[in-house]
Each structure stands twice: as structure tokens, then as C-alpha cells.
Antibody, heavy 121, light 107 residues
């Protein structure tokens, strides 16, 4: 059973960089036709896709965040990471990592539990 | 970006009721439509993928239909554990986008 777990600071100051890591267990991050994604959800609001990475290192980002986002992967640690720069209060949200499967459908089948990141001084 | 619009935004129903939630895409997305269930404080859970395929382990009272721009999620007989928020999501084009959610409440 694949499991994902987010980790990182829960509080980030405005203008600084938010950094989160997702650790994948129960399977290799390098196996299969999977993309590894970040999704966020402000309190009481809907879901926003941030971006994804393939284990080759190929990335795609949401155009609305592209200038501030970097997603990277460390296959040796079975982890992938998110960096979001120049954060403001609008970036306060629960951040989820998720596995996106392609082939026979294209959907997010496994999610982490989510981690709340608050942007505040 | 493709806009996904769900209706209704909220819904009150009773245990045993049949419930239908609608999702409309701003352009045709073929069958690239997924449905998720989210309970408070939890991550979304995949219910239906490719418009009508039931994810492994999901009860058969959940079903999905539609193609093009109009889709539905149906729960045939509501159970107490089904009261949650439901989201549709398109995977036809990047960025993948979600509907605003439908909150299903106990009447």
C-alpha cells in the first residue's frame, strides 16, 4: 500500500520561501507511469493544483504560480519536494502531495494527509 | 484553464435517499473526469475515474456518468458515512482543475 507523508515548517514569514517534502513509502517513486503532484486547499475553499514532477525530472506547473514554484525529486530518498517563493497570506493553505496515475485514466489515486502552512509574521 | 462548475453547492438529504451531483466543464473534456470525496480534516479520496469507472474498494452505491461537458455523480442509497464534500476534477488538460465542491449534509 503506497503512503505519502508531507513534512516541513508549519509557519512561514511573508516574502520567504515555503519548503515542503513528501516522502513516499510502500513503493518506489521511480516505478510505474506516475506523476508526483502538489495540491493545496485554503481553509474552507476548493482544491488548487500546484504542479507535478515525473521521476525523469520533467515538471509542469500551474501557470498561476509558475514564476514562484519549483518541484524537485530525490529518487534515492523516495521523496519529492515543493518550494514556493515570495509567499503572502494568500498562500496559507493545507498542502497535499499526491500520486497521479496515467494510462487507463488520469487521476490522483493516493494522497498524503496534508500539512497546514500558515504565512504570517 | 478549464472551469469546472458543480451544482448544487450544498445539498441536504436523508439516509437512504438517492442523490445526484452535477459537474459541468467549460469545454469538452471527453471522459477525463474524476470524482473525489473529502471529509473534514482529511485528504480527498478518489471515488470515480474516467467519468464512470469505480475505484477499487469504493462501494457500488457510487456511480458516475457523462461525457463531453456534462457529468453526474450518483449515490444510490445514502449511508451515514457518505455525508461529506464532493469534488469533480478534469484531467483533460493542464492544469488539472477542480469544481468548487458540493457539500452533502444530513437533513
Amino acid at each position: 500500500q503506497v503512503q505519502l507523508q508531507e513534512s516541513g515548517p508549519g509557519l512561514v514569514k511573508p516574502s520567504q520561501t515555503l519548503s515542503l517534502t513528501c516522502t513516499v513509502s510502500g513503493g518506489s517513486i521511480s516505478s510505474g507511469s506516475y506523476y508526483w503532484s502538489w495540491i493545496r486547499q485554503p481553509a474552507g475553499k476548493g482544491l488548487e493544483w500546484i504542479g507535478r514532477i515525473y521521476t525523469s525530472g520533467s515538471t509542469n506547473y500551474n501557470p498561476s504560480l509558475k514564476s514562484r514554484v519549483t518541484i524537485s525529486v530525490d529518487t534515492s530518498k523516495n521523496q519529492f519536494s515543493l518550494k514556493l517563493s515570495s509567499v503572502t497570506a494568500a498562500d496559507t493553505a493545507v498542502y497535499y502531495c499526491a500520486r497521479r496515475i496515467t494510462g487507463g485514466g488520469d487521476y490522483f489515486d493516493y494522497w498524503g494527509q496534508g500539512t497546514l502552512v500558515t504565512v504570517s509574521s | 484553464d478549464i472551469q469546472m462548475t458543480q451544482s448544487p453547492s450544498s445539498l441536504s438529504a436523508s439516509v437512504g435517499d438517492r442523490v445526484t451531483i452535477t459537474c459541468r466543464a467549460s469545454q469538452s473534456i471527453s471522459s477525463y473526469l474524476n470524482w473525489y470525496q473529502q471529509k473534514p480534516g482529511k485528504a480527498p479520496k478518489l471515488l470515480i475515474y474516467a467519468a464512470s469507472s469505480l475505484q477499487s474498494g469504493v462501494p457500488s452505491r457510487f456511480s458516475g456518468s457523462g461525457s463531453g461537458t456534462d457529468f453526474t455523480l450518483t449515490i444510490s442509497s445514502l449511508q451515514p458515512e457518505d455525508f461529506a464534500t464532493y469534488y469533480c476534477q478534469q484531467s483533460y488538460s493542464t492544469p488539472p482543475t477542480f469544481g468548487q465542491g458540493t457539500r452533502l449534509e444530513i437533513k
